[in-house]
């Protein structure tokens, strides 16, 4: 079992910047990745970006060059740094771990996100 608590959402006007906290406990060492998704009301959940164990990352192409994904050195907790924020960013925001060799998904119970002036 692992457990996810978020942090860092909030309220930004367009072209800001927020930073997302997610941290691990429980089966750490059995995390194989972790990463963030994002769902608005009107659209499915999308991977925002993930970091492996190993420290390879991948972004969806509508946040590439404006968002990083990083991790701390005992890689309990993922930290998702948002720049140059829009209004279609605005969504729920979930950490995610992919967990042991099954890769069984364990979700936080999300943060808000709200870009608008």
């Known amino acids: 079992q692992v457990q996810l608590v978020e942090s860092g959402g909030g309220l930004v006007q367009p072209g800001g910047s927020l930073r997302l906290s997610c941290t691990a406990s429980?089966?750490?060492?059995?995390?194989?990745?972790m990463g963030w998704y994002r769902q608005d009301p009107r659209k499915q959940r999308e991977l925002v970006a993930i970091?492996?164990?190993?420290?390879?990352?991948n972004y969806t192409d509508s946040v590439k060059g404006r968002f990083t994904i990083s991790r701390d050195n005992a890689e309990t907790t993922v930290y998702l740094q948002m720049g140059s924020l829009k209004p279609e960013d605005t969504a729920v925001y979930y950490c995610?771990?992919?967990?042991?060799?099954?890769?069984?998904?364990?979700w936080g119970r999300g943060t808000q996100v709200t870009v608008s002036s």
């Open positions: 429980g089966s750490i060492s059995r995390i194989y990745a």
């Open positions: 995610n771990a992919v967990v042991g060799l099954a890769r069984t998904k364990y």
């Open positions: 970091i492996s164990r190993g420290g390879n990352t």
